[in-house]
C-alpha cells in the first residue's frame, strides 16, 4: 500500500465548501488503496488576520503568546477537515503539531523541525485511519512550549512528515496548477513546469516564489522525497520538483519579493573590521542579511547598504545606528520602498551576456536598479517595489524563448 502525503494550503480550504470539497478528494485517494497522511494549513486568511489582531492589542506582542495564537489556525481547519472526512463515511484522526510528535528547536516563529516522533501517527494510519496533522507547528522539547516554523510553514511540515514516514509522494496542493515561470498573478502567460530541478526550486523559492517554503525544498532533496507541487481543484499532473531534470532550461524562472528593507550607513571610516562588526552584530540579533553593497572609497569614508527581512528591520536598525555612533559614521536610513527581482536558471553558468539581458531589458523599461547580486545559476536585482510587476513582466518577455513549459489557462 503506498503512503501520500498529502498538503492542502490555506485558499483550498478557505471555507466550508473547498473543506468539503478537500475532504471528498482525500477520501478518494483513501478509497484507492492508499494511506494518506494529510498536513492542513489555516483556512483561507486566517493567519494574517490573527496576526493582525495581535497588532491592535500589543506593539511588542511576547512571541511564546504569538505562537499559541497563531497555532489555532490549523488547529480550526484539522478538526473541521476530520469532521468533514467521517462525513465521507471514512475514519479520520487530527493531531497538533505537538501531538504528532514534530519536535523543533526553542525559536518562536522560525523553528526548525528537529526530529519526528511520530508513534501516535503511525498507529491511526495502521489503523487504516486518514490521518490529518496541523501544519507549520511544533513543540520544543526543551522549553515544552509550542512553536511555529515561519509563514508558509506547512510545505515545510508536510515534507519533513513524508520523510519521516517514507512516503511514495508529497503532494503540494495548492491554488495553482504547479510551479509557474513567474507569478501567473502577475504574468498572465506565464507557464506551467512539468518539472523542476531542486537545485532551481531553491534558489526560486529563496527568491520569494511562495508557492513552495524554501526549506520544504531543502527537506525533499536531503530525504529524496518527490515533491508534485499541483492544484487542489483538479486532478491533472503538476509540477515534480526532482533533484535531475530530463532537460535543462537554460531559465526556469523569475520570481520577486517585497519582503525586504534597505539599510545604507552613510559615511562609515573606510579601516578593516567595520563590516565583520556590523555583520556580526546582525547575526547576533538573528537578523538573516540578503544583499551587501560597499560603495568606493572618497576622502577614506564610505557608504555600507544591506538588505534584511522587513519583519527584523527595526532590531537591524537599532543595532546599526548604534554601531554607527560608535564608530563615528555620517547616519543611517532605511527605505521600506524596495523590492527584488531575481532570473533563475541553471543554464545561465554557460550561457554568457544573461546579466547584460536582465539590465538591458529593465532599462528598457525605465526600472532603475539599485543593488545586484548573483550567485552561479541566479541574477538579483532590487529595484523601487512599485516597479517591481513592471520588472517582472519585463525579463519574462526579454527571455520568452528560453522558459520551457505550458502557458496557464487563466
Ligand atoms: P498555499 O496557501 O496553498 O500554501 P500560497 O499562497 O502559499 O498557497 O502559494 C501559492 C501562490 O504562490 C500562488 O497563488 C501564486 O500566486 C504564488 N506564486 C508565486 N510564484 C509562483 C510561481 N513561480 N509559480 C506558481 N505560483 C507562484
Ligand atoms: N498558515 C501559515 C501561514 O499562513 C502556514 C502555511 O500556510 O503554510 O503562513
Ligand atoms: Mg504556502
Not at 118 to 125: D, H, K, N
Not at 169 to 186: H, L, N, Q, S, Y
Request: charged residues 25%; proline residues 3%; aromatic residues 4%.
Amino acid at each position: 500500500m503506498a503512503l501520500i502525503v498529502q498538503k492542502y494550503g490555506g485558499t483550498s480550504v478557505a471555507d466550508a465548501d473547498r473543506l468539503k470539497r478537500v475532504a471528498h478528494r482525500i477520501a478518494d485517494t483513501r478509497r484507492e488503496g492508499n494511506q494518506v497522511l494529510v498536513v492542513v494549513s489555516a483556512m483561507g486568511k486566517t493567519t494574517d488576520d490573527l496576526i493582525a489582531l495581535a497588532d491592535q492589542v500589543s506593539s511588542n506582542p511576547p512571541a511564546r503568546e504569538m505562537d499559541m495564537l497563531l497555532t489555532a489556525g490549523e488547529r480550526i481547519s484539522m478538526a473541521l477537515l476530520a469532521m468533514a472526512i467521517h462525513a465521507e463515511g471514512l475514519e479520520a484522526v487530527s493531531f497538533t503539531g505537538s501531538q504528532a510528535g514534530i519536535l523543533t528547536s526553542e525559536a518562536h516563529g522560525e523553528a526548525k523541525i528537529e526530529e519526528i516522533r511520530g508513534f501516535r501517527v503511525q498507529e491511526s494510519l495502521d489503523e487504516g485511519k486518514v490521518v490529518i496533522v496541523a501544519g507549520f507547528q511544533g513543540v520544543s522539547p526543551r522549553t515544552k512550549e509550542v512553536t511555529t516554523l515561519g509563514r508558509g510553514g506547512s510545505d515545510a511540515s508536510a515534507v519533513a512528515l513524508a520523510a519521516a514516514f517514507g512516503a511514495d509522494v508529497c503532494e503540494i496542493c495548492t491554488d495553482v496548477d504547479g510551479v509557474f515561470t513567474a507569478d501567473p498573478r502577475i504574468v498572465p502567460n506565464a507557464r506551467k513546469l512539468d518539472e523542476i530541478s531542486t537545485e532551481e526550486m531553491l534558489e526560486l523559492a529563496a527568491a520569494g516564489a511562495g508557492v513552495l517554503m524554501a526549506r520544504s525544498v531543502e527537506f525533499g532533496r536531503r530525504f529524496n522525497i518527490p515533491i508534485h507541487v499541483r492544484s487542489s481543484f483538479h486532478d491533472a499532473p503538476g509540477t515534480w520538483v526532482k533533484e535531475k531534470t530530463m532537460e535543462e532550461a537554460i531559465i526556469s524562472g523569475i520570481a520577486h519579493d517585497t519582503s525586504e528593507a534597505k539599510i545604507t550607513v552613510h559615511g562609515v571610516p573606510d579601516r578593516p573590521g567595520i563590516a565583520a562588526t556590523l555583520f556580526e552584530q546582525m547575526a547576533g540579533h538573528q537578523v538573516n542579511v540578503d544583499m551587501i553593497v560597499q560603495n568606493v572609497s572618497i576622502d577614506g569614508s564610505t557608504d555600507i547598504s544591506f538588505t534584511v527581512p522587513r519583519s527584523t528591520s527595526a532590531t537591524a536598525l537599532e543595532v546599526t545606528e548604534q554601531l554607527a555612533s560608535e564608530i563615528g559614521a555620517a547616519g543611517v536610513d532605511i527605505d521600506t520602498d524596495i523590492a527584488k527581482v531575481s532570473l533563475v536558471g541553471a543554464g545561465m553558468k554557460s550561457h554568457p551576456g544573461v546579466a547584460a539581458r536582465v539590465f538591458r531589458a529593465l532599462s528598457d523599461s525605465d526600472i532603475n536598479i539599485e543593488m545586484i547580486s548573483t550567485s552561479t545559476i541566479r541574477i538579483s536585482c532590487v529595484v523601487r517595489s512599485d516597479r517591481v510587476e513592471d520588472a517582472v513582466r519585463s525579463l519574462h518577455a526579454a527571455f520568452e524563448a528560453e522558459l520551457v513549459g505550458e502557458e496557464a489557462d487563466v
